[in-house]
């Protein structure tokens, strides 16, 4: 489901990813993004014990860049899980 992308600071774009698998950390979320382009960060939250807490963010240089994601991945699916997007208030 795609909702709206938040803009931050400096006209970058910044993407909440949600419903994770436990098996995405920073590495696999930056591959899933690298061809869409100007990614300038991939973070996805995690516990103190090193586990996934299921979200993450992407930040994009651009809102094109960041368009361009969400349109290619609405309903696309990893380890069963269905990608979320969330609007990011800055």
């Known amino acids: 489901m795609i909702l709206m992308l938040g803009e931050v600071e400096l006209g ?33 939250a995690m ?4 586990k996934s807490k299921g979200y993450g963010f992407v930040q994009f240089e651009t809102e094109e860049s960041a368009l361009a994601a969400t349109d290619k991945l609405n309903g696309f699916t990893v380890a069963d899980k269905q990608f979320i997007y969330r609007d990011v208030q800055v």
Request: glycine share 6%; with cysteine.
């Open 12 to 44: 970058m774009c910044l993407l909440y990813r949600s419903n994770l698998s436990d098996g995405i950390d920073n590495v696999a979320l930056q591959d899933m993004f690298r061809k869409f382009r100007n990614v300038l960060s991939c973070k996805v």
């Open 47 to 50: 516990f103190e014990d090193g």
